[in-house]
């Protein structure tokens, strides 16, 4: 295979020692080693723009992670999550649904200061059952602050705080992250629970409230994610970016079921398969109008792909099962 003559024809002097830029010639041979063609099937040429970092997988691999849980998020797509997010030197990363804070580590290492909530008390202060099968008791010092010091990044821990991601009333009302990062729970293990009660004229009154555990009901998965966008819509700063991941029947998936709010856009849409009937879409948004008191509420989601069921009924209707959710 020939090259055309003038590829090589740069005017600039060659050097070899101490080059601005380098480049690259790739010849494509096929996948057949035991009989490889004489003459290369395709020719790249290109310009070295940064070298890979597969290796990252293998440092934040979660077999070394002080701090694991059933569902922590493998590194590879952590870092994914977190580039997506386009998380740099000092932004302000939060994670709503944290868990054991995979994806935090990830964004941590990106440069990012980072936060999270959970609403299970027992996961957050290592009482909960380990995810290790030869571990019997949790460490007293597994957490996740304990996860980022163990890479270095223990300076970029800000907070983590048990709390219920469907209320938002803590919060100072105004635009403070740049990057909102989130794995939200599906219900498959077991159902997502937020605090509420069943009963409208129940209240707690003030002699009981210290020590009071919160009743919790079902969360719907309609409701998590309007929840995640009405709260990425007001607490992100301009241009900044919500990433999550949204499960979906495969069989009756279009665009339109995506979750939206008027003041995010969608950035981009990738697709993880997880089984015949099922995957999970991994969804960036982008803030690009600014939050007004009219838009309080205003995310929208068709549940029809769900067919009106739980997700988790699609999901053990397949039996094929999926590692970790
Ligand atoms: C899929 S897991 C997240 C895993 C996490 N990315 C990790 O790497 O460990 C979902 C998490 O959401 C939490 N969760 C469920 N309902 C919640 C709620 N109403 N508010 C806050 N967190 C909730 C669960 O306790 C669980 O830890």
Redesign the pocket.
């Known amino acids: 295979m020939s090259l055309p003559e003038d590829i090589f024809s740069f005017k600039g002097k060659v050097n070899l020692k101490n080059p601005d830029n380098t480049f690259g010639l790739l010849e494509y041979y096929g996948a057949n080693k035991t009989e490889p063609p004489d003459k290369p099937f395709k020719i790249y040429f290109g310009r070295w723009i940064a070298d890979g970092q597969r290796d990252l997988i293998q440092q934040f691999h979660l077999t070394k992670r002080h701090f694991i ?1 059933n ?3 493998d590194a590879g797509l952590s870092l994914i999550m977190s580039n997506l997010g386009q998380v740099k030197q000092n932004s302000f990363v939060f ?9 935090l580590v990830a964004c941590a290492h990106h440069g990012g200061y980072v936060m999270g ?4 008390y027992l ?1 957050l202060h290592a009482k909960a059952r380990p995810s290790r099968h030869n571990q019997k008791q949790r460490l007293a010092d597994e957490s996740i602050q304990s996860n980022l010091s163990q890479y270095g990044l223990g300076h970029h821990y800000l907070d983590i705080l048990v ?4 209320k938002h009333k803590m919060w100072r009302c105004q635009p403070m992250f740049d990057a909102i990062i ?4 599906y219900g498959i293990r077991e159902g ?3 605090i509420g009660t069943e009963k409208d004229d129940c209240f707690v009154t003030d002699d009981v409230k210290n020590g009071h555990i919160p009743q919790r009901v079902e ?1 719907q998965m309609a409701d998590i994610f309007k929840d995640l966008l009405n709260f990425a819509a007001r607490f992100l700063n301009m241009n900044g970016r919500v990433v999550f991941w949204f499960p979906v029947s495969r069989e009756s998936y279009t665009e339109e079921n995506l979750p939206t709010h008027p003041c995010l856009r969608l950035d981009s849409n990738c697709e993880q398969t997880l089984s015949t009937r099922i995957s999970r879409r991994l969804i960036t948004m982008v803030k690009y109008k600014e939050f007004k008191d009219e838009d309080m509420g205003t995310a929208e989601i068709s549940v029809d792909h769900y067919d009106n069921k739980p997700f988790r009924d699609l999901y053990f209707k397949n039996h094929r099962a999926i590692h970790n ?1």
């Open positions: 849980g569902t922590s998020m994670d709503p649904f944290v868990g054991t804070g995979s994806l909530t959970d609403i299970d996961l709390a219920d991601s469907s989130t794995d939200p729970p997502a629970k937020r969360y959710q």
